[in-house]
């Protein structure tokens, strides 16, 4: 195996050499540190052995002060050659000093020097002088210097078996396997399927995962090869299908430069702009040349920079070349080198098809008037123009057909349609062609005027639109006479925005139909106050069932003659928590308008229900009649409710009496007979309230289940002896007892309508005379009053 230049082998020996190199550099300078350290130590050590010799013989000269004897002791140690000074001090004072010729230091400059203390030889506590040795540097450097060159020797054998092993190691296991791998690797044909194999015994070697990830490369390497030349088939694929469906397609597809010229085009493209093939891009056409009626949102993107790399779309219109006008969708996407591609379509359809969507919403299809988002858009630019300052002002007439939906009834809607277009007619003649007409509902329609600051021009217009109403309207030969309720709104007295003078025109419209209507009412600010009272009160009533503002009053009945209180009327209540206790008139019309009434209902029906229930358990057989809304037949209080109810508190049905009025059944007769019937069926009893003050009672008699009359209040309270209300409220009475119903009369003020009741043979009476309607706590005093007014008329 050769060594290649700049080769791993070479590299690794170089490399090694090195360490070696190193490492015996570092190893050999430790190796003369500790030496030297060595040597110095054996020194004194020998020094010490040479002082222990002569220990007695020092310490007898020194004891005798022998200067003598000092001296042989001195030249004794000289004799030896390692010494180079000997120093012999008694007391401080030197007693002998001897000394070899020569240099004192040795070539380090640190001569080996000993210090050694002398003591008595009979107090061994006390020291009696000290002796000094200095070694001979020569001697000591000679020493060290044989010492060194033996560890360098050795030190260098060790470093060069070292480097041969590792080299030796690193070509055989490394350098070796590495080099076969490249030969093989530079004549290897992966597509072919040949792969490089791993040296032997490398299989779990990293030079054998290197093998391994080698072929992995590889065989990634012909996948991609594989993946590449099929993308390149799907391109050319691609590329003739692209072709085809940029001949073929019925979407015009186009590519410009920046500066809007035509670079390629496909057919469609010439179609949809209805261009002659003349014009083809190699004419050099120019898309913003052509007659455009608006190219707006596109104009920036041609023109102008790119912002971003994002498609922009937009509807402009053209002028083509038959003159013809074209709504034209185009989308423009860049498609980089400063080109844009283009996608265009017809979209004429689409629009005229919004368009007339667009009037559609805002028109109403029966009579071609605007409808209620149409006047809003219209009113909105009336109120813009007001506000600056190119009108004088602005007039809101809202006009209710009154009772519109009886001539639906009566006629069919066919018919009532077209006395709604008639209408239409004569509400246009009535106003000039700046001013707007719209219907908002079935009968309710709006005219706004333009330019009108004063009533009175607004009343000379109301009133010819009422003169006209009023004219018949011929339908199948018959003649139909119509009324309209009217509210007029002024802007911008009477509002600055749409939706305040709707709603300010519709409170006028109200208030005029509670007057009756066929009149007109200028709108008040009082009737926003009365409008803001009620959806407060409408709040608070929808709250106050949870809050337990409702409480039940019982106005007792009794048996005329068994002289004996019976039961009672539950009149409902609310204790408002800042209006105080509010009687029904004021609360009931609005909880039956809103729907709350149904909630009110069950309430009722349950908290009578444990009142009995009470009242039976304190030994009391008492019968409580309340009344029935018709919002609340046949769903507010179904006959299953009624039973659940019944069972829960286990009350005798016959304890319960349900009044209901005339206005009730005249809602939905069969609707009421059902539930009437169900109710009846379940041992309820019913009363028929406020008898003899309708036109039809005598056949509610026979068609419904009634148990019992109750007399109007109002003809008990104006009962004489001769006057019109006794005769009615005698056969009222006379009529029950013949059909077997009980009577009960209401308004019983004074003893003296009691015993005429009594006399003219009533069953049941309830009034003042007898109490107030109370509440449950105060019932109970009021049942041992009553007892004790009916006790002497019972003695009698």
Partial sequence: MKLIPHGLLLRSLIASILVVLVAGMGSLAYTVHATSEQTRQRAVVRFDQLLHTVERTLQAACFVKDEGLASEIALGLLGNSEVFEVRIIESGRELAASRRQGPAAGSDGSPLALQRAIHSPFEPARIIGEIHLVADPQVIAAEISAQ???????????????????????????????????????GMDPVSGERLAIPPGHAN???????????????????????????????????????AIFDNAETGIFIIDRSGTVISANPAFHRELNLPPSDAPAGGLRLLDLPWETLTPLTPLIEGPFVDDTAHAGDVCLHDAGGQRRWLNMVLSPIGDGLLQGVVHDVSTLKEAEALARRQAITDPLTGLANRHGIEQRLRDGVASLAQGQSSGLALVMVDLDGFSKVNEGIGLPAGDEVLRVVTSRLLSCVKESDTVARLAADIFVVMLQNVSRSATALKVVGRIVNLLRQPYLVEGSPIVLHASIGIALAPNDGEDVPTLLR?????????????????????????????????????????????????????????????????????????????????????????????????????????????????????????????????????????????????????????????????????????????????????????????????????????????????????LDMHDDGNERTLVEAIIAMGRSLGLDVVAEGVESAAHADLLRHMGCHYAQGYHFARPLPVAEFEAAAGHIAAQLAPAAAR
């Fill in 205 to 243: 070697t990293e030079i054998g995962r290197l093998a391994n990830d080698v072929n992995q490369l590889a065989d990634r390497l012909v996948v991609a090869l594989q993946e590449e030349r099929s993308l390149h088939r799907q391109r050319e694929v691609d590329e003739r299908k692209y072709h």
């Fill in 504 to 716: 300010h025109a519709e409170l006028a419209v109200d208030k005029a139909k509670a007057a009756g209507g066929d009149t007109h009412v200028f709108f008040d600010p009082t009737l926003s106050r009365i409008a803001e009272h009620r959806r407060q009160l409408e709040k608070d009533l929808r709250q106050a069932l949870h809050k337990e503002e409702f409480v039940l009053f019982y106005q007792p009945v009794v048996d005329l003659h068994a002289r004996r209180l019976v039961g009672a009327e539950a009149l409902i209540r609310w204790r408002h928590p800042e209006r105080g206790l509010v009687s029904p008139d004021a609360f009931i019309p609005l909880a039956e308008q809103t729907g709350i009434i149904d909630e009110i209902g069950l309430w009722v029906f349950d908290s009578v229900c444990r009142q009995i229930s009470a009242w039976r358990a304190a030994g009391h057989d008492y019968r409580i009649s309340f009344n029935v809304s018709g919002r609340q037949i046949p769903d507010g209080l179904s006959p299953e409710i009624l039973a659940e109810t019944l069972r829960r508190y286990a009350v005798p049905p016959q304890s319960i009496a349900l009044e209901i009025t005339e206005g009730v059944l005249l809602a939905d007769v069969d609707q009421a007979r059902a539930w009437l019937d169900a109710a009846h069926g379940l041992g309820m009893r019913v009363y028929l309230d406020d008898f003899g003050t309708g036109y039809s009672s005598l056949s509610y008699l026979k068609r419904f289940p009634v148990d019992t009359l109750k007399v109007d209040k109002s003809f008990v």
């Fill in 148 to 186: 060194v060159r033996l560890a360098a020797v050795q030190v260098g054998w060790q470093l060069f078996f070292v480097a041969a092993s590792v080299a030796g190691a690193m070509l055989l296991f490394v350098a070796r396997p590495i080099a076969s791998m490249s030969n093989r690797l530079h």
